[in-house]
């Protein structure tokens, strides 16, 4: 399936006041006239917990946030929509991981999860905690987004306990235990009281109680534990096991949901993570995670949907070569980080290099500068393939310089762990993209008019369209965890409107008009020979073309297009 075509909006649907209702309020305004042809909505639309929308309960409406004559009014403005699947999990919320929790043994879906310690059976040793340690060959090899084992062990009805693979976010929820809970289980009352207290005080602390050193003979300490556990709550994005043919039949029926609401865009939320094998990581197995690839495709086609899979890796592995030469749109996750080091060294040539690429392969591409996640650093990486280095599109040194300007900026980091929570690299930053080029409103034109030149599709995060900066009391609220709602500031429709008065928002609502309507951008781009800090662009289509000077140490930019027998011009 075709990509949609034109400029794309981002957002979650109460990004812009409470509701999406109120996005499409302002859509209809006469600034936003011809400016987005697409809208990818995030996973809030949805019924969900955790992540902002990303650990969905179910695909249904959320109807806190949405109703279906939003996506009809979207509809009748022109505007298709993306939509997300996260493939790889399921919030603990679902119905599914809920009939687990309480069924037990017994539920249709006890294979519908992944059981870690059955998954490394015979390929590990269990710990004192009842959790299979995989080998030193296997464990060594996956690939961690979180420090520590990804799994989150349960208690089921029986007592029992189970191991599910859990790559992202969890959280348990304890509670205190009374008195006669705790005497119930033969232990005295005189210990029974100061055990209250002390359960009580190391809940309220934010601590684990179960790793209290209480002061019980071992039968007591467990049977306390055990019951700790029965009553606790859990939050958390649980690994699905597409092994199952139950988990496909849910992907068919959730691909049908979306196309029904509209979807004609379908991103593939975590789904490098989805096969797992014995003896490989956990990501983007081959040929395993192929193989499912094409299942959803197939699925895809079948609803008229393109589906745009969701991997971050560094350049120098060539997934997104790869991802390409099997027919696949690919996320083009470098180019933010080009975008920084281009404006602040003054120099194209690593963002010429990538543009030439894409161009010389014919990849198509969805591009942005900020979005719900962060800015992409691993992205721009090299890596060892076979003893043999293959470069990335920065150097250690040139990506270590961007880090720098940017946490000099407020920004803030995410990383990547091995199983024992050691760091193994960089992964993102999270900022606003405005706050990452210092609140520069020249700076930010400028990023804009060259993602506006770049080949593919155009994404837009709302918060960078109306200058959005670093909300420190949103990410320090939302603990630990919670670097990414440092962008993600939701806006009141005051704010807006007085966000459409300013120049800077002004020029990039005309810059992304243009490129949204202009035929020139139907045709070819070339990147004429010039200095390492100008940049000559040029689309041309027949009759009709749009042309960008830049120079980066003067931050001036001027803009030619056609328009019907006369010459427009854009400068800033």
């Known amino acids: 399936m075709d990509l949609p075509k034109g400029v794309m909006l981002n957002a979650y649907p109460d990004s ?16 936003f006239s011809d400016v987005f042809s697409v809208f990818y909505i995030l996973p809030t639309l949805f019924n969900s917990d955790l992540d902002r929308g990303f650990s969905v309960i179910d695909y249904n409406l959320n109807e806190a946030l949405v109703s279906p004559k939003d996506l009809e009014e979207l509809q009748a403005m022109g505007i298709e929509l993306k939509l997300d699947i996260v493939l790889n999990h399921l919030s603990v919320a679902s119905p599914q991981f809920q009939d687990v929790l309480q069924q037990g043994e017994h539920s249709a879906y006890k294979d519908f999860f992944i059981d870690w310690n059955t998954f490394w059976n015979d390929h590990g040793t269990v710990a004192e905690d009842g959790v299979v340690v ?25 007592g029992s306990e189970k191991v599910y693979w859990n790559t992202f976010y ?11 809970e705790i005497t119930a289980l033969g232990i005295a009352a005189s210990l029974a009281t100061p055990l209250e207290e002390q359960i009580r005080q190391s809940i309220a602390a934010g601590e684990d109680p179960t790793s209290i050193d209480f002061d019980l003979e071992p039968n007591d300490r467990t049977k306390v534990i055990r019951l700790l556990r029965q009553k606790c709550t859990y939050l958390g994005q649980m690994d699905v096991n597409a092994e199952s ?16 609401y509209g979807c004609r865009l379908l991103r593939l939320d975590a789904f490098a993570y989805l096969h797992k094998e014995i003896g490989r990581t956990n990501f983007f197995n081959a040929p395993g995670t192929w193989d499912y690839l094409e299942r959803i495709r197939a699925i895809a086609d079948q609803n008229k949907m393109a589906i745009l899979p969701e991997i971050h890796a560094e350049y120098g592995a060539h997934l997104h070569d790869q991802l390409a030469e099997a027919g696949h749109a690919i996320y083009d996750f470098f180019f933010p ?18 543009v030439e690429e894409i161009l010389a392969k014919g990849y198509r591409t969805v591009h942005m500068l900020g979005c719900h996640d962060g800015i992409p650093v691993l992205d721009l990486n090299g890596k060892e393939i076979d003893g043999h280095y293959q470069p990335g599109l920065l150097s250690a040194e040139q990506i270590d310089a961007v880090m720098d300007r940017v946490l000099q900026r407020g920004g803030r980091l995410k990383n990547i762990y091995d199983a024992d929570g050691n760091k193994l690299s960089y992964y993102q930053i999270n900022a606003t993209f405005y706050s990452a080029l210092g609140e520069d409103d020249q700076k930010m034109l400028m990023a804009r008019a060259l ?3 770049m080949p593919g599709i155009p994404q837009v995060w709302y918060l960078d369209l109306f200058v959005g900066k670093n909300d420190y009391a949103a990410a320090d609220r939302a603990g630990s965890g919670g670097h990414k709602e440092i962008n993600r500031t939701n806006l009141s429709l005051e704010a807006v409107e007085h966000s459409l008065s300013l120049p800077v928002v002004q020029m990039q609502l005309s810059l992304l008009r243009l490129r949204n309507t202009h035929e ?18 040029e689309w ?22 056609s328009s019907e027998a006369v010459v427009e011009v854009l400068e800033f």
């Open 540 to 561: 041309k289509n027949g009759t009709h073309f749009a042309k960008m000077n830049a120079d980066l140490k003067r931050l001036a930019v001027t803009i030619e297009y």
């Open 170 to 180: 969890q959280k348990i929820v304890f509670t205190p235990l009374d008195l006669d």
């Open 451 to 453: 993602q506006v030149f």
């Open 16 to 31: 812009i006041g409470s509701r999406l209702s109120d996005i499409v309020q302002v859509l209809q305004k006469s600034e």
């Open 245 to 260: 043919p139950m988990v496909w039949d849910f992907y068919k029926e959730t691909l049908e949901k979306l196309s029904g």
């Open 337 to 354: 980080g080009l975008v920084l080091h281009t404006l602040e060294e003054s120099d194209h040539r690593a963002l010429r290099s990538w």
């Open 134 to 158: 995989p080998k030193a060959e296997y464990l060594n090899r996956l690939f961690m987004r979180k420090p520590g084992f990804p799994v989150l062990k349960i208690v089921l009805p029986d």
């Open 520 to 537: 020139a951008f139907d045709g070819d781009l070339t990147w004429h020979p010039s200095g390492t800090h100008q940049i000559y662009l």
